[in-house]
């Protein structure tokens, strides 16, 4: 029994210890990476923070850095206050357009009307009384336009390949002839960037439509015209009827008249003849 109870307690400390090890310090954000902003919006950054009950935090401190990893353009951008202070507490906004909050297991930072100079990587550094400390990273990006789309040939796979520049999340979508690409005309990549022509022969307007959530742009290739298949066969025979008959109207009209002139032409005379 005192073994028992000994082993107990050997493996109930064992598992304190641990316990100790594993919780320490730590904190992540929560955020997708990289994080998109438009232009003029609300950045929102939540960061969990996890600490054993014994370790007391003693700061929070948000930076930004440029992601080029250039040293000097470090900003500090809020410092929340650690000891017992009952949570929630605001912290120190460093910036005009930043504020933050120490909650329970948590600090968020909100910063307003996004601009291109707000681009980086953002960082939360925690602190405990003890000295450790954990740090973690985000990067945020502006949402950017779609620009300079183009599209190029290659003949060798009988493929169209659309590019496009540094739009955040482009989407990509086919037009033949201004209309949705079909089976008959080809078949688009997973990823949507590249379209397998299966028409023969590669005629017509091909446009790629590159979308996001700020708009669109398009780029055509511009093949041969299409022989125009509808118009070959039914209205070619029509368009010959309509002709014929008309010609024939035309000739028939001027036998008539021809007839009927000569008839009156005829019946003068007769009257002459009677008169003389
Ligand atoms: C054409 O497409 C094939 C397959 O995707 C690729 O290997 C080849 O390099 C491309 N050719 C050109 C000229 O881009």
Known sequence: MALLEFLCWRAATLLLLFA???????????????????????????????????????????????ESGAPDGRTSLAAC??????????????????????????????????????AGVYSV??????GQSSTARCIVREYEAVHHVSVSINISHSSLVCGEAWGTEPQFSWLHEQDAVTGSVGHVSPDG?????????????FTCVVSNKLGYSTATYTAA????EGISGATVAIVCLVVLQIL????????????????????????MDDNI
């Open 20 to 66: 100790d090890v594993v919780h320490g310090i730590s904190v992540h954000i929560s955020n997708e990476e990289p994080t998109y902003i438009m232009p003029g919006s609300s950045l929102v950054l939540r960061a969990h923070i996890e600490h054993n009950s014994q370790e007391e935090l003693s700061a929070v401190t948000w930076e930004r850095a440029p």
């Open 81 to 118: 206050p650690g000891g017992s202070l009952p949570l929630p507490v605001q912290c120190a906004g460093l910036r005009p357009n930043v504020r933050a909050t120490l909650e329970p297991g948590a600090s968020i930072l909100h910063l307003n009307k996004y601009g291109k100079s707000d």
């Open 125 to 130: 550094s925690v602190t405990g009384k003890g």
């Open 193 to 205: 960037a590249t379209l397998l022509i299966t028409k023969v022969p590669i005629c017509g307007h």
């Open 225 to 228: 015209p299409c022989e125009p």
């Open 248 to 271: 024939g109207g035309g000739l028939a009209f001027l036998l008539w008249r021809r007839y009927r002139y000569k008839n009156r032409g005829d019946r003068l005379r007769d009257n």
